[in-house]
């Protein structure tokens, strides 16, 4: 041991002897530093750096409480012990408060050695008990480190499953914090379907030493949701000696999924609607699936490898040697086209082949040529029927003419006469091309719907066959509707079609006819419907139904259940946009396995308005002509040649122009007389008859128009017929009714009156 440094401070140096004397009269091993004043005192706490300070009470210019104050400073656990001469016992008493070990007495001296001796080892004894408790502290931390750093949650539970400790692991992995489940029982946070299990294992635990058990079970998370965790239980008693258990557990829902996914993975090939194989290194067929299988067997073969390629073992080979994928090499089987894709997996030495039978896709591609075909066919006819239409507009209108000569000899009169029932037949054959190529221009007019449906009947059994029976009920005194006749026929033959296809084995069709009105409050739970009367036809068959899922998108534009080939998605789609060009709107009921109903409603017209459906033609001779002038705009000369002996015949002036740009020019010489444009719709160049029309009327609104044309429905709006002032006059027309739309048209009749007004002659 080393020797006891021992500083003193004194300025009596006979003092200071006798306090060495009786610290080696004791045997206490020492080396000793007298000090007198601050300075040098301050140095030897520096140089010596005494393990005890023995120090006078008062000395000149410093005294013991100072030299106290200065070592506590520097280092509060060496000793300071007070000898001095005489003072008294509070003087003592102050100083032990202030921070001094021992106060002796110079006439008791005898006592240092062991007042030495006690306050040294008190003081190691402290020193030892703070680096234990340092030690101690220190290996706290490191395992309350670990415990905090573990990515396990570590929990301590009671045998009466109160929660008395939580790692802070828990904020992580299931977001609470671990205050929030310390004092709570655990099992609040378990799946009803686990507490009973898992509680009593914790409670074995809790009781048994050597019982830990390995648990699953599902934890509430924070955000509601369930954890699956795994946990291993085990004995642990706390500090009081009370049962308690520690689990270590975490989170496995990850792994479980990873082996979810990993089962799917390896389900695919098992369970994949197309044949999947693998082949080894050495060309051989290692796997195929139950896809592969049920191919080969519909092939009239054992084993999938009897409808393999013949070169198959040398693609596979070359696939591994190369790297790279054989695709698409197709064999044949019979009248089966089968497609083979050879995939190398080097890593693994083995190819992956998958099998398609490409015969019913040949086919569809085939279809869609077809259809492709048939599209440019219709384009090719409405262009044919546009400008066959000029030319059938000529002829009629030159027959017309000619007919109307008095001198006319009955033999030429025959002979006209055959010619305009000629270009009348060529007529509808145009009209049948253009429906066909779906260029046709909306004509609306008067119609029972009843009447309607009625001519349709015989064509429909037809197309319905004998599988289906029809079954139709009319409304008496139906309302009459201003709508395209072909238009109405189509809705009810495609409402049928589709009625008869959702019927494979037959059943029975049902085609009624009713009136509905329809007040404000009716009108609040359809946001397409007005108030007024409506005219509907009801279509309802015994099929299939339509499921919940699929009936809000039935009017969705390519959208159908029907087998590929089999449907283009258009019908309901046709349906609803023709319904919707007349104002109407459709409802539907369907239940699965018990039918379907279509109601289809159509504003039905005023009595007042409704007498009479064919309504009466004026005449020719009823025509009544005029003097104004009307600006003829069509690029065919012939064309715009007979519609001008046509007006002038009924007196009207006349100026022409050949495209609307010359038009323009025409119009700014006599804009302050053209009182109608009669324009084509369709023309060369880069104005057509509707943009030069909406340019003129920019200029003078008052200016009455007409269109013309062979087809429309890819330039002119819907609604176009029935806006003020604006006519529309399908090619072919003979010249009366030329005449007359001019004359209705100069008048300021609006096409809806015009029609209301002819129906009531």
Known sequence: MSPLRVLIVEDVASDAELVERELKAAGIKFCARCVSDRETFLKALEEFSPGIIISDFSLPGFDAMTALELVRARDPEIPFLLVTGSQSEQVAVDCMRKGVDDYILKSSLKRLPAAVLNVVAKRAAEAEKNRALTALRRSEEYFRGLIENALD????????????????????ALGYAPEELVGRNWLEWVHPDHRGAVGEAVRLAASEPDYAPTIQLLFRHRNGSWCMLEAIGKSFPDRAGDAAVVLNAREVGERQRAAAEIEKLAAFPRMNPNPVLEFGDDGSLTYSNQAAERMAQSLGRRHPVEILPPDAAI????????????????????????????????????????????????TLEAQLRQSQKLESIGQLASGVAHDFNNLLTIIQGYTSLLMTEAN??????????????????????TRQLLMFSRKQVMQPRELNLNEVTANLARLLRRILGEDVSLHFNYAPKLPLIHADSGMVEQIVMNLAVNARDAMPRGGALHISTLTTEMDSRTTKQNIEAQPGTYVCLQVTDTGGGIPPDVLPRIFEPFFTTKEIGKGTGLGLATIYGIVKQHKGWIDVFSRVGEGTTFKVFLPGLPASSSSSVAGVKQAADDVVGGRELVLVVEDEDELRGLVREVLQRYGYRVIEAGSGPEALRVW???????????????????????ELAETLRARQPRLKVIFTSGYSVDVVDKDFGLQPGLFFLQKPYPPPALARMVRDCLDGVDALSLKKKRRAV
């Open 153 to 172: 949650i570590i929990t301590v539970l009671g045998a009466d499953g109160m929660i008395r400790f939580a790692s802070p692991s828990v904020r992580k």
């Open 315 to 362: 693609l596979v080979l070359e696939c591994l040697a190369s790297g790279r994928s054989e695709l698409r090499r197709e064999t044949t089987i019979g009248e089966r086209i089968i497609s083979w894709s050879f995939f190398p997996i080097r890593a693994s030495r083995v190819v992956h082949c998958y099998a398609e039978d490409m015969t019913e896709r040949m």
């Open 408 to 429: 006319l000899q009955a033999p030429m009169g025959d002979s006209l006469r055959q010619i305009g029932g000629a270009a009348e037949r060529a007529a509808n054959l």
């Open 668 to 690: 700014e010489e006599n804009r302050k007389e053209i009182q109608l444009l009669l324009t084509d719709m369709v023309m060369p160049g880069n104005m057509s008859g509707r």
